[in-house]
């Protein structure tokens, strides 16, 4: 497919709500988006690479536009590899802001053609994270409407909690 593509890169363990609002936005800018998921975290994922991938299809399925990929190594080589020259990233509560703008800069240092852009996330996922919600359901917190049907499903399972409806919504 010709137009602008973007990389949308991350670890995604699992992907949230958030995470797919930043993508339908994102598709208003650019014509096609690469989900990039990094293939050699120093975190251990609670997810495998395979099992996220598997989540990000299934959730991605109705983005005509969107191809799920896996990268290893730096970024910026992967976004030219990918003939691209835009990374995407979203931009949450004020704590994010120090991490994103060192990685920003790092990536613009180590390839210079290759620019970083920011979309302000929705305020619905402003304090969220794939953190955040992992901790909540490791101790049986309700995750939902935070995470796709299916995300909630695999992360109750992961914990071995089984997957009750809430009943006070
Ligand atoms: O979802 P995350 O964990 O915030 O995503 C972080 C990610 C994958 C974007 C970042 O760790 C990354 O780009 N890693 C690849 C190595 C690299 O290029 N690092 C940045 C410059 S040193």
Redesign the pocket.
Known sequence: MSGKLVIY???FDPITNGHISLISRALKIFDKLVVAI?NNHKKVPLFSLDERMAMLKEVLKGYPNVEIDTFKG???DYVLQKKSNVIIRGLRALSDFEYEFQ?AL??RK?KQEVQSVFLMTDYKWFYTSSTIIKEAASMNGDISGLVPPVVCRKVKEKYGFPDVPNKSK
């Open positions: 890169p991350g670890t990094l730096l970024l910026v990685m790092m990536n180590l």
